[in-house]
């Protein structure tokens, strides 16, 4: 209750604020942008206190006051009239269309988060196919940061800072402090999040369309993507008919993300928003930032250019990606605007766009240089960054398809509209389409991250932002055919083509389920939770869903590679020593010492894949809890004297 309570209150604190900052807008407009800034004071304000507090209960509660304040703030300052009236009629999509739009996919992403997060079933817990790697990762630093000192840790690898984008974690673990069990600190923040994504993406298609019917076409080409994975699908099942069953049960099968076939260009809601919760909240801020962006150039305010560099500004810790797509944007619009406009607007969009920039980066830039540049560009091997062409199309030294192709068997054929939408656009939406430019080609040209795959986080923006401007021109297109027989059967076969995939791939998505951390495991973490010391250090297994650490919130002597080395952190000595350790105990004393261990892990795979000799171990230190074949013993005094107090 107290969880849910502390989410009521920064939703109600950010409503109030939007409340007065955007007094002349409509309800909608309001209530998404006040429950959007709800959620990145969750996610921001606890860490503020956290660097001179910890990520404490004090920090907490530090976080929601600070939270009110500003709410109070804004409640008693001076309110300015309006200068301009309301723009009565084309301010905010019908309420109808956005009801229609937001509410079934939020109902979607909502049973996929229900099924997807620690489902219990017969004692253990399950999760669905997209979630079972992504899953373990989110949930691990969630738990480690409760009482942890900041800048905190890679609890899979202590002593190492975590590089990683974890506010979106941070608030589920707020929520999990404040008395939400695990699982309900990640699926409620999780599907309010999703669905002020959908709501956002409707709210920025209206601004730049006004039109009802290419705001529906840009909505379902955005969140039904999944190019022509489909027309592979039914091949292979004309073939073997087994094959289209397999794309409902198999391990990756499903149509939007056929691997063995180069089509990566996986759908948005189950390959991304679900699993990459990071990505998720990065689209809830880089949405707002962009809608904002639109109405700067429009009205050229400098109140709404200060209000953007703040927003962008808190964004690199949230999802460095969309910070970097929002930056290149924000260079293309400026760039645009300023050819487009008249002589006298030209000083204030300056001003304004300088006042943008420098807040931005002044915010951005300790985040950037404390957590981010160490791993980009000083990290294991020399960092991630690289020249690299074509995204994932290029292997091995050369394309794997023809460069067109790729794109247009990924996308669908709305990528060749692209270009045609953009020259026929407005104003702007050619502002968007330069930004959107920029961002593919720096996506197409450089590597950020040791897995090239993750560009995509990047190339997604740009996709969002052309949406819009494809489906208004698609819809002019569709008018201009009027009287020609068979256009409504053209258009049916376009959109059926273009979400096909997508939609067989939410299918299912919603199918899945995968035994995550059995009954033994379980048990453990939830044994762990109530009796083991504060941060407790553990030797297991460097498999990577460990519910040790992830449920748990236990520190690890070294953790799974599948997250670390993609994190371009360096934990081959580590690993090396927990073999070392599992295989010869009695000689590994002194790295149980230098490591600070308190308990030792066996289950299954340790003794498969670390060699473990439990009989040397057993000899060494006292067997303090097992069942289903997964045993706990005690190492250190204090992880020792904690079992005796519990008897």
């Not at 004090?58 to 304040?69: D, E, H, P, Y």
């Not at 099968?253 to 809601?269: Q, T």
């Not at 495991?521 to 939830?526: F, I, M, R, Y």
């Amino acid at each position: 209750m107290l969880g849910m309570i502390c989410l009521a209150a920064y939703g109600l604190a950010g409503c109030v604020i939007t409340g007065r900052l955007f007094a002349r807008r409509g309800l909608q407009t309001r209530l998404w942008l006040g429950l959007t800034l709800g959620c990145g004071m969750l996610m921001w304000f606890p860490s503020l206190f956290a660097f001179a507090l910890g990520f404490t209960m004090a920090a907490q509660w530090l976080g929601v006051g600070l939270a009110l304040v500003l709410a109070g703030v804004s409640l008693v300052a001076p309110r300015r009239a309006p200068s301009l009236p309301r723009e009565a009629g084309e301010e905010e999509p019908p309420v109808w269309l956005t009801l229609c739009a937001v509410l079934p996919l939020a109902l979607v992403m909502a049973y996929m988060q229900y099924t997807h997060t620690l489902l219990p079933v017969d004692g253990a817990l399950h999760t669905g196919q997209s979630t079972y790697g992504d899953l373990n990762l989110h949930l691990g630093i969630a738990t480690g940061l409760v009482n942890q000192a900041y800048p905190p840790d890679y609890t899979i690898l202590p002593g190492t800072m975590l590089g990683y984008p974890f506010l979106v974690d941070a608030a589920s673990a707020s929520l999990y402090m404040m008395g939400m069990s695990l699982r309900w600190a990640f699926i409620v923040p999780g599907t309010l999040m999703c669905a002020l994504v959908f709501w956002g993406f409707l709210m920025l298609a209206w601004e730049l369309t006004k039109s009802v019917r290419a705001v529906i076409l840009s909505y379902a080409l955005m969140f039904l993507n999944g190019g022509f994975g489909f027309a592979y699908l039914f091949d292979l099942a004309g073939k073997d008919p087994s094959r289209l069953m397999e794309a409902f049960t198999g391990f990756y099968k499903a149509p939007a993300n056929l691997i063995d076939y180069n089509i990566r260009w996986v759908n948005v809601l189950v390959d991304m928003m679900l699993p990459q919760r990071t990505l998720m909240a990065g689209w809830l801020a880089v949405i707002p930032a962009l809608w904002l962006l639109m109405r700067c150039v429009k009205e050229r305010k400098a109140s709404q250019f200060l209000a953007l560099g703040v927003w962008a500004g808190f964004m690199p810790m949230i999802h460095t990606h969309s910070f970097l797509a929002l930056g290149l944007i924000s260079a293309g619009v400026m760039a645009v605007s300023l050819v487009q406009a008249k002589p006298e607007n030209r000083r204030p969009l300056v001003r304004g766009f300088l006042c943008y920039g420098f807040i931005a980066v002044a915010l951005a830039l300790p985040q950037l240089c404390v957590w981010t540049f160490p791993q980009t560009f000083t990290g294991v091997r020399g960092g991630s960054l690289r020249f690299r062409f074509n995204w994932a199309n290029w292997q091995n030294g050369g394309l794997v398809d023809e460069y067109f192709w790729f794109w247009l068997k990924n996308v669908g054929p709305v990528f060749i509209i692209m270009v045609p939408a953009a020259l026929a656009g407005t104003k702007r939406q050619k502002m968007l389409a330069a930004g959107a430019l920029l961002v593919f080609a720096a996506a197409e040209l450089i590597q950020f991250q040791k897995n090239e795959y993750d560009n995509n986080k990047l190339f997604y923006v740009a996709f969002m932002v052309m949406l819009p401007a494809a489906a208004q021109y698609l819809v002019a297109v569709y008018d201009r055919l009027k009287g020609l027989r068979g256009r409504c059967l053209i258009a049916a076969v376009f959109i059926a083509v273009s979400t096909c995939s997508g939609a067989l791939s939410v299918v299912r998505e919603c199918l899945s389920d995968y035994q995550l951390y059995g009954r033994g495991e379980t048990a453990l973490a939830g044994y762990l939770n109530e009796n083991a010391p504060e941060h407790a250090v553990y030797l297991t297994g460097t498999y990577h869903n460990n519910a040790v650490s992830s449920i748990a919130g236990g520190r690890l002597v070294c953790g799974t590679p599948q997250f670390l080395y993609f994190h371009g952190v360096d934990y081959s000595r580590q690993m090396q020593d927990v073999t070392r350790m599992y295989q010869e105990p009695a000689q590994s004393l002194a790295l149980f010492e230098q490591y600070g261990v308190d308990y030792v892990v066996v289950t299954n795979s340790e003794r498969v894949s670390c060699g473990a000799d439990e009989s040397a171990i057993a000899s060494l230190w006292p067997l303090v809890w097992e069942q289903d074949g997964v045993r706990l013993y005690a190492v250190s005094e204090r992880a020792r004297a904690e079992d005796a107090a519990q008897g």
